[in-house]
């Protein structure tokens, strides 16, 4: 079946690094999306990953290993704007998109 | 003005209702999507359609349905609202030749009372 599993809340400073892991068994992959949503709005594209490895875009990076069904986004530098809730998804071998529940992150001044 | 939109907004009604809620894309995506979204449950996905002629279930489609009336239009209906389809509801387009990235509307409150 399909399962999708990530945090469900984390706490970081301003100025620090957060790691949200993401592991995943679906049927098929094509590969894996991080998006992020803040508060009342609508999920924002973050990154795709369909290779093994780390992809860095600025202060985020998403890392994915195809093998443990795992990925990871890093998010360095940490800002107050980054509180959000970060989305993991997998595109399935059918082309269809499969959601995890987010997990809602907390920045501290 | 926004790629993807959506109408109503905001939406109240009472139990049994029908209800459509609206979605309309400029991207020019054949792909599109309807998903809910509760407190804690993350999004699920209704209802897709990968072209005007192709609709399939996603993992919640039992009562709901939908309808692509062109390329640029899918809509979704409530036949008879009941309060746990109280969520928020959005609509997206993809393309995939962009790796199915998906580009969300802002998204429709409904209410179900």
């Known amino acids: 079946g399909q399962n999708i599993d990530q945090p469900t809340e984390m706490t970081a400073t301003e100025g620090a690094i957060v790691q949200i892991n993401c592991t995943y068994q679906t049927s098929g992959f094509n590969g894996l999306f991080w998006y992020q949503q803040h508060a009342g709005e609508a999920p924002t594209f973050l990154s795709y990953?369909?290779?093994?490895g780390l992809e860095e875009k600025g202060r985020f990076s998403s890392f994915l290993s195809r093998s443990k069904g795992y990925s990871y986004l890093l998010l360095k530098e940490l800002q107050m704007k980054d509180s959000a809730s970060y989305l993991c998804a997998v595109s399935e071998r059918d082309d269809k998109i499969i959601f995890g529940k987010g997990t809602r992150l907390h920045i501290l001044p | 003005d926004a790629d993807v939109t959506q109408t109503p907004r905001n939406r109240i009604t009472k139990t049994g209702k029908r209800i459509m809620l609206e979605c309309s894309q400029t991207k020019g995506h054949d792909r599109m999507y309807w998903y809910r979204q509760d407190p804690g449950l993350g999004l699920q996905l209704i209802y897709y359609?990968?072209?005007?002629?192709?609709?399939n279930k996603g993992e919640i489609s039992d009562g709901y349905s939908v309808s692509r009336q062109a390329q640029a239009k899918f809509s979704l209906s409530l036949e008879s609202a009941i309060p746990n389809q109280t969520a928020l509801y959005f609509c997206?387009?993809?393309?995939?030749?962009?790796?199915?990235?998906?580009?969300f509307g802002p998204g429709t409150r409904l209410t179900v009372l």
């Open positions: 990953n369909v290779l093994d």
């Open positions: 359609s990968f072209d005007v002629k192709d609709i």
């Open positions: 997206a387009t993809s393309d995939p030749s962009r790796e199915d990235t998906q580009y």
